[in-house]
């Protein structure tokens, strides 16, 4: 890995403005290049909505901002921290796992699939995490996990196992999962893409309600509704760059690269 560059302090000064600035990132699997060079900014409070094709690097994106994979050049700050770096006099050091694992508690990540622990209760996999990672006390904990499965509207599934509720209710308590860490940023990789289509509503729903509090939330979507009405930006990516981003309603009524349009004209 290319270290970035360890320039004097104002290269990894705090970057508050953002909740998420990438400059320039690389990614490579092997020889496939994924990700050749995005740039982008995520304020505090902002609902980013990421589109593109299939393959275009969307979740390998998200995956750098979680630490999931590690970018090759490039720089990307989370939260004001600069992701995998701390700084020491003017020099950069790789962070050791357990200050990664810190950087990640702040990140609350979504996926298609959602991952609940079969053998554990709705109100149990809420309350995992605080309760593992975080060596919470568990009445705290619970007490924030009931909040949770309230305001995914599963106040009465508390008890139920993934395996008696539906995948629209699996992927609310998923969402409620990650909330419970009290995550700075939410990223989603296509939360609704694995529900059967009567199912995606309800999860479009919370989410909704989650960017109306004010959470900073980057979206990976095909939900093209979902992008104007919530979304405060759209990003469309293909090939691995950011082709072009915008106001939703801008970028969706008037694409201004072919490729957008192209991309499109078959979604919507
Ligand atoms: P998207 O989410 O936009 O569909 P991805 O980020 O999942 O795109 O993938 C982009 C490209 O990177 C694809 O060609 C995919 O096969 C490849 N890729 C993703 N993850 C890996 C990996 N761990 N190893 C090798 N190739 C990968
Ligand atoms: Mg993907």
Same mark, same amino acid.
């Given at each position: 890995?290319?270290?970035?560059?360890?320039?004097?302090?104002?290269t990894v000064e705090v970057q508050d403005d953002f909740m998420v600035r990438a400059e320039n990132i690389h990614k490579s699997f092997g020889r496939l290049e994924v990700l050749?060079?995005?740039d982008l900014e995520v304020r505090p409070g902002e609902v980013m909505c990421v589109i593109g094709p299939s393959g275009s690097g969307?979740?390998?994106f998200l995956?750098?901002?979680n630490h999931l994979e590690k970018i090759d050049a490039g720089r990307l700050w989370v939260a004001?921290?600069? !992701?995998?770096y701390r700084q020491k006099g003017d020099k950069l050091y790789e962070l050791r796992d357990r200050e990664v694992a810190a950087q990640r508690r702040e990140i609350g990540m979504v996926f298609q699939r959602?991952?609940?622990f079969p053998h554990m209760t709705a109100l149990e996999n809420v309350m995992e995490a605080p309760c593992r990672v975080k060596r919470e006390p568990k009445t705290q904990v619970r007490e924030r996990a009931l909040k949770l499965m309230d305001r995914v509207g599963l106040a009465d599934k508390v008890r139920s196992y993934p395996a008696q509720l539906s995948g629209g209710q699996q992927q609310r308590v998923a969402i409620a999962r990650a909330l419970a860490m009290q995550p700075k940023l939410m990223l989603f990789d296509e939360p609704t893409s694995a529900l059967d289509p009567e199912l995606v509503g309800e999860v479009l729903e919370v989410m909704k309600q989650l960017a109306l509090d004010g959470m900073t939330m980057v979206v990976v979507t095909h939900e093209i509704g979902f992008a104007r009405e919530v979304g405060d930006s759209l990003v469309f990516m293909d090939g691995g760059v950011? !082709?072009?981003q915008g106001p939703p309603r801008e970028?969706?009524?008037n694409p201004r690269h072919p490729r957008t349009q192209d991309f499109l004209s078959k979604v919507l």
């Open positions: 890995m290319s270290e970035p560059s360890a320039g004097g302090a104002d050749r060079g995005i969307k979740s390998t995956r750098c901002i004001g921290h600069l !992701v995998g959602f991952n609940l950011i !082709v072009e970028v969706l009524a």
